[in-house]
């Protein structure tokens, strides 16, 4: 087997994955199969491929368990408090990121005290603290790492994946080492002074990287000087989102990512200096791995740094043996050496672009080069070979790094740039520049601050031409387009055709030919229809099929309601988008973290119908977010009038947009294809009012019926609207029911549970300080045996039905019964 290290890694890799979603007790029973394995091929004296195979077996169990035992010392004893209040002790583990209204770092805990109890105990565990203020006078200024503080505050379980799309906030703590989150005041902190634990060496770094920034901003303009610190040492706090978006959008934010570039022009600057010193053979070497080992750990040992750090000290070290250099087999040692360090890093995204990016240089870009020499030998340019033997080279890596990360740009941040090739072919030269001029500045500003400051303003200009080429790239008409996250299928597809595309053809060739030798043509096919009705047989899905199931899906949008309604025929139905209240911030962040990426991972095209089911934040508050996103053809609302300004905004964009408006009252009716009506309930043609809950019992009441199942949306609606309803007679029988107003206390629920008879019933609620949902709720729906689901403990909650029965499913527990 050649280039084993790369099975090896490959292996071990794969076993982290497992690890993630496998007992450690199962691979405890592989590792000891393996190793059983070993000694039998041993003492057999077997040879070649045998004595590999239970080798490869170990590194993927060895993948599983370092990935088990790391969640382990990550998650410590600190959770067993979440959901408390309490007086927190540790050490602030790196230099805290200013916001506007906050601060955030990362504490070591060490001890708490829940308030209520009067009780210390010890805890493990690191946190993300978040502590807040509203004045500047809160504050606290003198913050910085390796301080012991006291905070008081709250401390919370992060969430894990609530809705299909979302985002699993727990597990990217989990890679970042962090178990818990804590929120306060920041006037309720208190600074004990420095830590006896402190690392001195990463001390000894923050004040060192201080220093050369502090040298590299003195004499810039902020913006130029956030970019040059971003550049050398891939700190992107100091940069605005705008910056860093059109870096993105012009396809150079890689620019801002200590890589294989950045290492490799620190390298060539050491052993340069090395070589004034006099230094040579192993002594360079040696000289050259200290100084670049300091500068990764100034950057804070990123992924991508790491990488290059490896590879280069590889590559060095082939040339001081006098062997060839295999960038494959250096690639392994690199993922390898640094997931037996940290195994989260490979769900990160810097690890997955640094890994992908690199991977299909190495592999890709001799391809590409050679297609584009031959492409540019026949245009006018073949009159300069010069140029043509420096360009050619130049859009090969270019283009080759762009193909490797593609689908991981589209996953993560929904969109691809499409001026990354021009644009890099722009900044790429005048990048060594820059960085050489920077890192001069900075080592010459450890001895003269002045001197190193003056000589970094020769970068002014140059950064000044990368801000302005991100800014023309960025804004050109076709510089990004947005895309759906593609789904993990679709990803291996794109990789597989890449590895095919660079060569891996010539590894499946010879399989091919043995197959055709000795596997006949009908037994071919035979293998390749049992796959295909064995699919029919389990009913794989046909696109374009005319009889699909109905499909309702109540998000996880805390406290708050909204609801998705996919008809058989197509239509796509948003009841309500979810909101926070003006008093918490902004009001549309569920619309931007929740709605939207729901309805960008079901490649929703076109929203035919937007209900608001009555004017209050938590229902119509995360529905801008959507309108500026996706085409709308009519928004549903009451007749109620806007009462808050972000209500009237949201009027006026849709508007703005040509959206329709339809104001809808009991009576009315939509259809959508046979078998699926949706009638309107409630409001009545004269609105409640004299009362305070008149806005909630102006909610619209919908039900929605699929041939023989039927759905009762019912909004806010309180007891006023429900006994209208009752003598009326207005209340159908259907299969499922959202409970008013989150589960929030209603008289006359059992005569609403009598007429209504739901055999499941949804409570949209989340964290709350109203008692929602009430507990004499909870107990009428129980004593009438209606099976409950709540969003703040079962997640999304997908309801598909093919008109006659349906099935349910939750995002984190198992659903029940029907």
Known sequence: MTRPLIWLTLMYVSGIILGRYFSPYVLIFASAAALIWSLYNIFNEKKGGQMLAPFLLLFLVAGGLIYNYSLQRVQGNIRDYCGESCLLM????DEPLWREGDVVFTLRAEKIRLLDLDKEDTVTGRVRVTLQWKEENEMPAELSYGQQVSLQGKLYEPKGRRNPGGFDYRFYLETEGIAASFYGPADG???????????????????????????????????????????????????????????????????????????????????????????????????????????????????????????????????????????????????????????????????????????????????????????????????????????????????????????????????????????????????????????????????????GSLLNLANYPLLSYLLYAAVLFGNLPFSYCEV????????????????????????????????????????????????????????????????????????????????????????????????????????????????????????????????????????????????????VERLVTTAEEPGTQSYSELLELAHKKNISREIVREGDMYTAGPFLEMKVLNPPEQLFSGNENDTNNNSLVLHLRYKEVGFLFTGDIEARAVERLLSKQKIPAVQILKVPHHGGYLGNLRELLDSASPRAAVISVGTNSFGHPHTSTLAGLEESEVEVYRTDLHGAVIIRSNGFAYTIETMLVPQPAL
């Open 90 to 93: 540790g050490t602030v583990e």
């Open 189 to 451: 902190i208190s600074i004990l002074g420095l830590s006896d634990q402190l690392s001195a060496l990463q001390l000894a770094a923050l004040k060192l990287k201080s220093r050369m920034s502090a040298v590299l901003r003195a004499y810039l303009p902020r913006r130029e000087g956030a970019l040059l610190v971003g550049m050398l040492f891939g700190e992107r706090n100091a940069l605005d989102e705008e910056t860093i978006g059109l870096f993105s959008q012009s396809g150079i934010a890689h620019l801002l990512a200590v890589s294989g570039l950045h290492v490799g022009l620190v390298a060539a600057a050491v052993l340069l200096l090395g070589r004034r010193f006099g230094l040579q053979g192993w002594v360079a070497y040696l000289f050259t791995a200290l100084l670049l080992a300091a500068y990764v750990y100034l950057c804070g040992l990123a992924p991508s740094a790491l990488r290059a750090f490896i590879m280069v000290l590889l590559a060095m070290g082939a040339v001081q043996l006098g062997r060839p250099g295999d960038l494959p087999t250096s690639l392994a040692a690199a993922a390898l050496f640094t997931l037996v360090f940290n195994p989260f890093l490979l769900f990160t995204i810097s690890f997955q672009l640094s890994y992908a990016a690199t991977g299909a240089i190495i592999f890709l870009a001799p391809l590409l080069q050679e297609k584009i020499t031959a492409a540019l030998d026949r245009t006018p340019l073949a009159a300069a070979p010069s140029l043509v033997k420096n360009l050619s080279p130049l859009l090969a890596v270019t283009l080759a790094a762009q193909l490797g990360v593609l689908p991981l740009t589209a996953l993560y941040f929904r969109q691809v740039s499409l001026a990354a090739l021009l644009a890099n072919l722009f900044v790429l030269p005048v990048m060594s520049l820059v960085m050489s001029i920077g890192l001069a500045s900075a080592l010459l500003g450890l001895l003269c601050p002045l001197a």
């Open 484 to 631: 759906y996250p593609p789904y993990l299928s679709e990803i291996i597809i794109f990789y597989a055709f890449l590895a095919l595309l660079a060569g891996g053809w010539k590894v499946f060739l010879p399989v091919y030919n043995r197959l055709k030798q000795r596997v006949r043509p009908f037994h071919l096919l035979v293998s390749l229809l049992l796959p295909a009705l064995f699919m029919t047989w389990w009913g794989l899905p046909v696109t374009g099929s005319s009889e699909r199931e109905l499909e309702v899906v109540f998000l996880d949008v805390g406290q708050g309601d909204a609801i998705f309604i996919r008809t058989p025929q197509g239509h796509n139905i948003l009841l309500d988008g979810g909101g926070k209240p003006a008093y918490m911030g902004d009001i549309d962040e569920t619309g931007r973290f929740v709605v939207v990426p729901f309805l960008e991972h079901r490649r929703i095209k076109k929203l035919d119908m937007v209900i608001v089911s009555h004017p209050h934040e938590d229902h119509y508050g995360g529905l801008s977010p959507v309108l500026e996103k996706f085409p």
